[in-house]
């Protein structure tokens, strides 16, 4: 079953959405992005502490928008492959979420 995350215009001003998913009582944190490669989604959980990525609400690229960073540590992913190329858990990735797009709705599953 397809579930809708957010629109294309919850993005438009960080280039990112935070979401929090439940479950059978779980909360499940996520964030969707877009840029030039397109649409995706993952845990808004870092590999090295389990901590959210972000600390201001749906701000998780670097200035440039290239880069996705962790403020606790400085991690930075690649927002393709979710891959850390700097920090402490380098090597490491986020975990993603299939989405694709279905008119103007970020859609999961």
């Known amino acids: 079953m397809s579930r809708a995350l957010c629109s294309l215009a919850d993005l438009g001003a960080t280039g990112a959405k935070e979401i929090v998913l439940t479950k059978d009582g779980a909360r499940y944190p996520v964030f969707v992005i877009k840029?030039?490669?397109?649409?995706?989604?993952f845990e808004n959980i870092c590999p090295h502490v389990r901590l959210p990525l972000n600390a201001a609400e749906d701000v998780f690229f670097d200035v440039t928008r290239t880069i996705l960073v962790c403020v606790?540590?400085?991690?930075?992913?690649?927002?393709?492959?979710?891959?850390?190329?700097?920090g402490p858990?380098?090597?490491e990735r986020l975990r993603a979420f299939p989405v694709t797009l279905d008119g103007d709705a970020v859609v999961m599953g």
């Open 89 to 91: 858990c380098k090597g």
């Open 72 to 86: 606790n540590h400085g991690a930075h992913f690649d927002p393709v492959t979710g891959v850390c190329l700097r």
């Open 35 to 41: 840029d030039d490669a397109g649409v995706r989604a």
